[in-house]
T-cell receptor, first 113, second 113 residues
Framework: NAGVTQTPKFQVLKTGQSMTLQCAQD?????MSWYRQDPGMGLRLIHY???????DQGEVPNGYNVSRSTTEDFPLRLLSAAPSQTSVYFC????????????FGPGTRLTVL | DAKTTQPPSMDCAEGRAANLPCNHS???????VYWYRQIHSQGPQYIIH???NNETNEMASLIITEDRKSSTLILPHATLRDTAVYYC??????????????FGGGTRVLVKP
């Protein structure tokens, strides 16, 4: 199993540009989430999905969209990038609500100029 | 989720046991204690979890006091690759939106040769 994979690893955007961060998992996990981590800070939840076709907002959803058309993929879209979205983005997955271990991807380091 | 308190940093000698404390004095009866770690620039990694009994796996041991107000993560033989930020998280499985994890400041552990 590849686990949770994320692409790209690094990205630089200009203010106002849009882009999609990709996340995929091959463990048939029901739950997937996107977190951001700012320098020296803990992770904050952006959006999450409890299954294909079902998504919901986390604590910092503004400026981001998600969709979950398949169990495997959970892309995160930045609609109009802003410098405040400069961060490291982590995707995570877990088998379901009562499973204790969450698996994290390697992260995407995004810089918005 | 109950609040946790961890020392901001600690050093450990390679080959020795590392004992990482966590205070969670407001923990409720159905909240579990989880430990994750984040090695520099990588996604968080699950280590271990427990409710009230001591737990051990291939990575670490978790000792929870009888009143459950504090716990200690033990890395039995620390290696240089154990240098990371360690997070103690208290939560009820499945209750938080999207099975969300709330990361606090953590303890920055430096294993020295």
């Amino acid at each position: 199993n590849a686990g949770v994979t994320q692409t790209p690893k690094f990205q630089v955007l200009k203010t106002g540009q849009s882009m999609t961060l990709q996340c995929a998992q091959d463990m048939n996990h029901e739950y997937m989430s996107w977190y951001r981590q700012d320098p020296g800070m803990g992770l904050r939840l952006i959006h999450y999905s409890v299954g294909a076709g079902i998504t919901d907002q986390g604590e910092v959803p503004n400026g981001y969209n998600v969709s979950r058309s398949t169990t495997e993929d959970f892309p995160l879209r930045l609609l109009s990038a802003a410098p405040s979205q400069t961060s490291v983005y982590f995707c995570a997955s877990t088998r379901g609500p009562l499973y204790n271990e969450q698996f994290f991807g390697p992260g995407t380091r995004l810089t918005v100029l | 989720d109950a609040k946790t308190t961890q020392p901001p940093s600690m050093d450990c000698a390679e080959g020795r046991a590392a004992n990482l404390p966590c205070n969670h004095s407001t923990i409720s009866g159905n909240e579990y204690v989880y430990w994750y770690r984040q090695i520099h620039s990588q996604g968080p990694q699950y280590i271990i979890h427990g409710l009230k009994n001591n737990e051990t796996n291939e990575m670490a041991s978790l000792i929870i006091t009888e009143d459950r107000k504090s716990s200690t993560l033990i890395l039995p033989h620390a290696t240089l690759r154990d240098t990371a930020v360690y997070y103690c998280i208290v939560r009820v499985p499945g209750m938080a939106a999207g099975n969300k994890l709330t990361f606090g400041g953590g303890t920055r552990v430096l294993v020295k040769p």
